[in-house]
């Protein structure tokens, strides 16, 4: 329906507009001699109040021909071949009414429509007509940059909610918790080994909490966050834990959201090699082509295993147990970064779980190289 | 009297931190030591031992599942890093446990309680009871079964939908149909209400797997699941099933 008619206020004012055109109209009647105000008025305000309907239908026209897509010559003949038709159907309206006017056989009411009075009548509709078409381009066009700023503004707030939850699961609790305890089971042990872990421990929430707080990092930096965790996680996992990066020199400075790659490799462990009695070893590969940036994470898991993995599925969603950041929120952020210009997919082969990730590929300025 | 101990942890350095605490304690023999909940089920039927040192969160099977699975339920000591799912139902049941990293007092201490209720094995313990609630309040992500001997793994999600028998159940899942001594409304407890829904005295349904709801007779009504088996509603089941979706 055209909105005018969501608002009662709206539709007054339109009306009262028309029904000045249509006084105007009477006036000029009046003016040219050929009338009476009485007769002049009860042929003009009716005939007018109902073209203010017809001319409403311009909403139409102008929504299916939409402003992005425009020709001009096409959209010429249709806004022409519109008012020749509005104007027309003016022409029809004030030949009915005179002659409804006429039946009545009332004095005030009889108005003579001569054919020069037609002539007037069909340019009159078609100039208002293509009022009416300007008009509500001018309207819409309006509606679409309002639309357009509160799609903005929602996608930010989705991207500063994403944000909060990446942060929230930084401080993932079960990974800090085992961390200490393996840290305090080393003390005894191993001491050397617990001040490496102590200090890879505090390397990888320093780097979170500087990166969580940045837009957008590069890839060497994520990498560098994410040598930081596999460093705790192997002394914490010892022999059945191990990583191999295959990353391609362009790709470090590709452009992306903070903890990305790192919920990958959290999820890899808890829901692929920790499984396996025997270990296993995460591949990580990343490689800039036609101007995508495509990362994968590949790691081995066990038969048996259930889709957990995968818990960007909708069915994971409210399951407490899947504390995970997930899928879901990677997914979120990437869209909001990238316009919805990224993909990232899962699957598995026989026993082996794959995400891969494709983004667009858009060089950071002035990335610190690979830190070693 | 030495008293024999299993330790199960999937982390080997929070295994070799319990054994450091225990060498304080020179009555208590290791038994063994697991990796993961499948393999404590199993070394717990084999020796038996008197006291568990059983982390939550392992592999395969979680430690509240290893419970359910061998029916264990005294000289069990938890320990875990962090879950609140689990914390919570232990502080409601006043279940002792150890959160780590944990102190060799704390550790002593859990290790007492635990030596002073194996102590006296004819007065009634305060923990079996206490665990068995804890055990039969939980929400389920899978159900446990014991076929021939043999422990099966069904995850919630891919039951289609659980019969009421004489005294036992049966869970259709997966073209499959397993058999459990458990009563249906015991079950119902432990699964989401949002998607197990009690269409009838002796079907519990999972409304995902429906596909439509027909008439049957006169006010009759039967649930056709996704691969066209049915399964009857009761009148009550009908106002439940409707309120569900």
């Not at chain 1, 001009?72 to 004030?94: M, Y």
């Not at chain 1, 996680?233 to 010892?238: L, P």
């Not at chain 2, 446990?97 to 007092?105: D, S, V």
């Amino acid at each position: 329906m055209h909105p005018i008619f969501s608002s009662a206020h709206r539709l007054q004012w339109y009306a009262s507009a028309w029904l000045f055109v249509g006084a105007m109209l009477a006036a000029s009647l009046v003016a040219a001699g050929d009338a009476l105000w009485t007769n002049a008025l009860f042929f003009a305000l009716p005939v007018c109040l109902l073209y203010s309907f017809i001319a409403l239908s311009a909403y139409y026209v102008c929504r299916s021909l939409p402003l992005a897509q425009r020709q001009a010559l096409h959209t010429g003949v249709s806004f022409a071949a519109a008012a020749v038709i509005a104007g027309l159907t003016l022409v029809g309206i004030g030949t009915a009414w005179t002659s409804i006017g006429r039946s009545l056989g009332i004095e005030w009411g009889a108005f003579e429509l001569t054919r020069r009075y037609q002539v007037l009548l069909f340019g009159l509709g078609v100039a208002l007509y293509l009022l009416s078409l300007f008009a509500h381009d001018g309207l819409i066009a309006l509606e679409n940059l309002r639309s357009a700023e509160r799609r903005e503004a929602d996608s930010r707030a989705l991207a500063r909610e994403a944000e909060l939850q990446a942060l929230r699961a930084q401080i993932n609790p079960h990974f800090l918790f085992n961390s200490l305890n393996s840290i305090s089971a080393l003390t005894s042990l191993d001491a050397a080994a617990a001040r490496t872990m102590t200090i890879a421990l505090a390397q990888f929430f320093r780097q979170t909490l500087a990166l969580g707080e940045r837009q957008k990092i590069a890839l060497s930096e994520e990498i560098g966050l994410c040598e930081s965790f596999l460093t705790v996680e192997k002394i914490r996992f010892g022999k059945k834990l191990d990583a191999a990066w295959h990353v391609q020199q362009a790709a470090l400075p590709a452009a992306m959201p903070a903890m990305v790659l790192q919920p990958l490799l959290e999820n890899a462990i808890k829901h692929g090699i920790r499984d396996l009695s025997e270990g296993g070893v995460i591949e990580i590969a990343a490689e800039v082509r036609e101007g995508w940036l495509r990362i994968s994470v590949n790691n081995p898991c066990s038969i048996e295993q259930d889709t957990e993995q995968s818990a960007g599925n909708p069915t994971n969603q409210g399951n407490p147990r899947h504390t995970g950041i997930g899928l879901q929120n990677i997914r979120q952020r990437l869209a909001a970064m990238f316009d919805g210009r990224a993909r990232i997919a899962c699957r598995r082969d026989d026993r082996q779980f794959i995400v891969e990730l494709t983004i667009p590929f858009l060089p950071l300025e002035d990335t610190p190289g690979r830190p070693s | 009297m030495k008293l024999t101990a299993l330790i199960a942890d999937d982390e080997e350095l929070a295994r070799r931190l319990i054994r450091e605490y225990l060498a304080r304690h020179a009555d208590i023999d290791i038994v063994a030591e697991c990796e993961n909940g499948l393999q404590t089920v199993g070394e717990l039927a084999r020796c038996s031992p008197q006291l568990v040192f059983l982390d939550i969160q392992m592999p395969k099977l979680t430690g509240l599942e290893v419970l359910e699975a061998s029916g264990r339920r005294s000289g069990v000591i938890f320990t875990t890093a962090y879950d609140e799912y689990a914390l919570k139902a232990f502080d409601l049941h006043a279940v002792d446990y150890l959160l780590k990293p944990f102190a060799q007092e704390r550790f002593d201490q859990a290790l007492e309680k635990a030596r002073r209720q194996l102590g006296r094995p004819a007065a009634p313990t305060p923990a079996a009871p206490a665990l068995e609630k804890m055990l039969s309040e939980r929400r389920l992500d899978r159900i446990l079964l014991r076929e021939r001997g043999q422990l099966h793994v069904i995850p919630v999600e891919s039951v289609d939908y659980i019969e009421a028998q004489d005294d036992y159940i049966l869970i259709h899942a997966a073209d499959k149909s397993w058999m459990k001594t458990q009563s249906l409304s015991e079950l119902e407890k432990q699964l989401d209400p949002r998607r197990f829904i009690r269409v009838h005295r002796s079907f519990l349904l999972n409304i995902e797997r429906m596909r439509s709801i027909e008439r049957q007779g006169g006010d009759g009504h039967v649930a056709v699941l996704q691969d066209g088996r049915r399964v009857p509603v009761s009148r009550a089941g009908h106002e439940r099933l409707k309120t569900a979706i």
